[in-house]
């Protein structure tokens, strides 16, 4: 028998809402064929779709935001089997079955986007990865060892991830899973949104999809939630 497969996400503090979960959740179920379970983990549930099962986070002072991703690799994690986590910003628009049969049982991760700037580019971006219990357990055990010094040494949990993975891994093709600013609507200036306070996209545009690309990341500003491309709103729900 196959291992049960879950989708992941993480909802810490007030930077996302709860309707960044649900959008999710509804995203993966329109767009995911095969069988699954969805978990959040979070430390507030407040207004999360009731169907969602939610996990609490475990209370640290010194861990927030991204810094929880190195507990996914925790060999007693609640949820066991695959994993397929996926980051709150980005929307699911096309099918991702693959993301769960392409190259079974080996740690998954996407190329920074970074890769368009830099040639052969190897970092990470861990916005959407997957692995199995058991994988790559000091990716969590070195970090909670001292998470303090950890957290401040290292800029992000990707980078954390990059300096313990150093073998055992592939990159998703990186057509699968785009960055929407940069190579979907073709990394225009981004301009002060007087209606928002951050940064948007000077224009109102419409993204460029490769073939097999299903995921659209949306790192730094604009959020899905803020951004004015109508392809946007009509995807992100």
Not at 125 to 143: I, K, M, P, W
Not at 198 to 211: A, C
Not at 216 to 227: E, L, Q, R, T
Request: charged share 25%.
């Amino acid at each position: 028998m196959s291992n049960p497969r879950y989708v992941c996400c993480l909802k810490y503090g007030k930077k996302y809402s709860a309707q960044y979960v649900n959008n999710l959740y509804n995203m993966v179920k329109r767009n995911l064929t095969i069988n699954y379970n969805f978990v959040c983990f979070t430390e507030d549930s407040t207004d999360i779709d009731p169907n969602i099962k939610t996990i609490p986070l475990p209370v640290n002072k010194h861990v927030q935001g991204w810094w929880y991703k190195p507990f996914f690799f925790n060999p007693e994690l609640e949820v066991q089997g695959t994993l397929l986590f996926l980051d709150l910003d980005m929307i699911v628009f096309d099918n991702i079955d693959k993301l769960f049969t392409y190259k079974p049982g080996e740690f998954c991760i996407i190329r920074d986007f970074n890769r368009m700037r830099i040639h052969d580019y190897k970092k990470f971006n861990s916005s959407v990865f997957r692995l199995e219990t058991g994988q790559h357990t000091h990716v969590y055990t070195d970090f909670i060892k001292d998470i303090k010094t950890n957290s401040k040494r290292w800029h992000g949990d990707q980078d954390w991830m990059k300096h313990k993975i150093t073998s055992g891994y592939d990159f998703w093709p990186d057509e699968w899973i785009r960055s929407y600013k940069w190579e979907m609507r073709g990394n225009p200036r981004l301009v002060l949104d007087k209606t928002n306070g951050g940064r948007n996209f000077p224009n109102i545009g419409t993204p460029n999809i490769d073939p097999g690309n299903s995921i659209a990341v949306f790192h730094g500003d604009p959020n899905p939630h803020n951004c004015h491309d109508p392809w946007v709103k009509e995807n992100w729900k």
